[in-house]
């Protein structure tokens, strides 16, 4: 059976600043796990065929660069666009906004100038239907990006789908089955 592979990219320098959105590279942390990615993909697919996608922004391309599979950017793999928060951390945003806001409707809740995670769900329709027609695909995304991905193969709710565990460094492996999805997940302590 075909498999669907998802990761984040690499530590970003935003995630070490615990800044959101933007388009920074990767860390040196990042960097290592782009290095480490390739062994680890080797391991879980052997020599089954594999494309890779990543968004435009360049810390998913970066996780990508050293994996020798065909690769295609995608702008709708880009992260959510946080609009006038966008380079912010958590704490400046709050003194315009505080979390409680956006925790009360985290699903349909949109920055202003920029994206909720039901724009998201949408602008990822296309992406999921060429998903649905292709064989053995890694995606190398973004945080919102892969819950809702995520949350489209294992049929999770709308009020789950923000609050979905996708930590750095891990590679999960979502095999579609007659009833459900397979899942595995390979965490790499870099
Ligand atoms: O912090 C990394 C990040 O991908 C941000 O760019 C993005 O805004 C955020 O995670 C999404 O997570 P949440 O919706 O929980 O803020």
């Not at 992260?79 to 699903?107: H, N, Q």
């Not at 695909?137 to 973004?142: A, D, P, R």
Request: hydrophobic share 35%; proline share 6%; glycine share 6%.
């Amino acid at each position: 059976p075909r498999s669907i592979y998802l990761s984040r990219h690499g530590e970003s320098m935003y995630n070490v600043e615990g800044k959101i959105g933007g388009d920074s590279d990767l860390s040196p942390r990042g960097w290592e796990y782009a290095k480490a990615l390739p062994e680890l993909v080797k391991k879980n697919i052997g020599d089954t065929p594999l494309e890779v996608w990543t968004s435009t922004l360049q810390r998913t391309i970066q996780t990508g660069s050293m994996l020798p599979f065909e690769k295609k950017t995608w702008k709708s793999l880009d992260e959510l666009d946080a609009g006038v928060c966008d380079g912010m951390t958590y704490e400046e945003i709050e003194a315009s906004a505080p979390a409680w806001i956006r925790d009360d409707d985290k699903f349909n809740y949109r920055y202003r100038g920029g994206e909720s995670y039901r724009d998201v769900v949408v602008r990822l329709e296309p992406v999921i239907m060429e998903l649905e027609r292709q064989e053995n695909i890694l995606i190398i995304g973004h945080q919102a990006i892969l819950r809702c991905l995520y949350a489209y193969f294992l049929s999770l709710p709308q009020e789950e789908l923000p609050y979905i565990k996708i930590p750095l460094h891990t590679l999960i492996k979502i095999t579609p089955m007659a009833y459900g999805c397979h899942e595995e997940r390979y965490h790499l302590p870099i």
